[in-house]
């Protein structure tokens, strides 16, 4: 997927835990995130939830540059982290 993106001119923003991989390589941005290395048991664990908060944290932002939609959120209950 992230090949056909970057062949049709997207922008591919990857999130790994591994800054040397195929996917890391081609993409226009790579967000490496991991911290000390897990037993194998919670390898997978630990690394599903560290990239969640990343794309969390993406989500959020993005919602918060946008006033509106912020606006929007909170009508509809949604409670965005106050990250400023």
Do not use: K
């Not at 991989?21 to 490496?32: C, E, I, K, S």
């Not at 991991?34 to 990239?51: D, N, V």
């Amino acid at each position: 997927m992230a090949d056909a993106a970057s062949t049709a001119g997207a922008t591919v923003v990857a999130i790994t835990n591994q800054h040397d991989t195929p996917l890391a390589r081609l993409a226009d941005v790579a967000l490496v995130v991991g911290g000390a290395p897990l037993t194998t048991q919670m390898a997978a664990a630990g690394s599903r939830l560290a990239h969640l908060v990343v794309v969390d944290v993406l989500a959020a932002t993005l919602a918060l540059r946008d006033p509106d939609r912020v606006r929007r959120a909170e009508r509809a209950g949604i409670d965005l982290p106050d990250i400023t």
